[in-house]
T-cell receptor, first 113, second 109 residues
Framework: KAGVTQTPRYLIKTRGQQVTLSCSPI?????VSWYQQTPGQGLQFLFE???????NKGNFPGRFSGRQFSNSRSEMNVSTLELGDSALYLC????????????FGQGTRLTVV | TQLLEQSPQFLSIQEGENLTVYCNSS?????LQWYRQEPGEGPVLLVT?????EVKKLKRLTFQFGDARKDSSLHITAAQTGDTGLYLC?????????FGSGTKLNVKP
């Protein structure tokens, strides 16, 4: 069974640009959550999608948005990039989101210059 | 403020030594997970504990969930260089995971 796949693995963007990250969950998993990981703040919850609907949201500005498709694949978009958005972005999938286990992808390393 | 506090933040030990990492909270969690993360990779699930007082063993790793389900510990016996990494605890409540800040473990040969 394939794991969680995130693309791309690495990205370098310029301040002010926008970026889209992709996450394909484990087959059969319908919940996808996104996290931002930085050395200073650790793992911070961005949002969770289930059945194409955003079900939970963390405390991030509106520049961070996401969506989920009917095949459960999810995308995360960050607009008007700032230097502080440089981080490892991780997605995690679980069957229903009400499960007690989540499985992470390898992450996308975003560098904003 | 982190909902889950991990200690210590950093740990550097020699191969063969034992160590314990702690994860504490003032909140009760329905379950708690431990993950290990290597640089540039996503966290990998090690164990989930659900019942207060539960103890789980994974080879040289022993995980314990506190009786009140507010804290957990991870004990590693005879650490090996392959145990090096960032250890994260995560508590699950109300359809959300809350992560600790992590313990960075370095096991020297």
């Amino acid at each position: 069974k394939a794991g969680v796949t995130q693309t791309p693995r690495y990205l370098i963007k310029t301040r002010g640009q926008q970026v889209t990250l992709s996450c394909s969950p484990i087959s059969g998993h319908r919940s996808v959550s996104w996290y931002q990981q930085t050395p200073g703040q650790g793992l911070q919850f961005l949002f969770e999608y289930f059945s194409e609907t955003q079900r939970n949201k963390g405390n991030f500005p509106g520049r961070f948005s996401g969506r989920q498709f009917s095949n459960s694949r999810s995308e995360m978009n960050v607009s008007t990039l700032e230097l502080g958005d440089s981080a490892l972005y991780l997605c995690a999938s679980s069957p229903t989101g009400w499960d007690t286990e989540a499985f992470f992808g390898q992450g996308t390393r975003l560098t904003v210059v | 403020t982190q909902l889950l506090e991990q200690s210590p933040q950093f740990l550097s030990i020699q191969e063969g030594e034992n160590l314990t990492v702690y994860c504490n909270s003032s909140s009760v969690f329905s379950s708690l997970q431990w993950y290990r993360q290597e640089p540039g990779e996503g966290p990998v699930l090690l164990v989930t504990v659900v019942t207060g007082g539960e103890v789980k063993k994974l080879k040289r790793l022993t995980f314990q969930f506190g009786d009140a389900r507010k804290d957990s510990s991870l004990h590693i016996t005879a650490a090996q260089t392959g145990d090096t990494g960032l250890y994260l605890c995560a508590g699950y409540n109300f359809n959300k995971f809350y992560f600790g800040s992590g313990t960075k473990l370095n096991v020297k040969p």
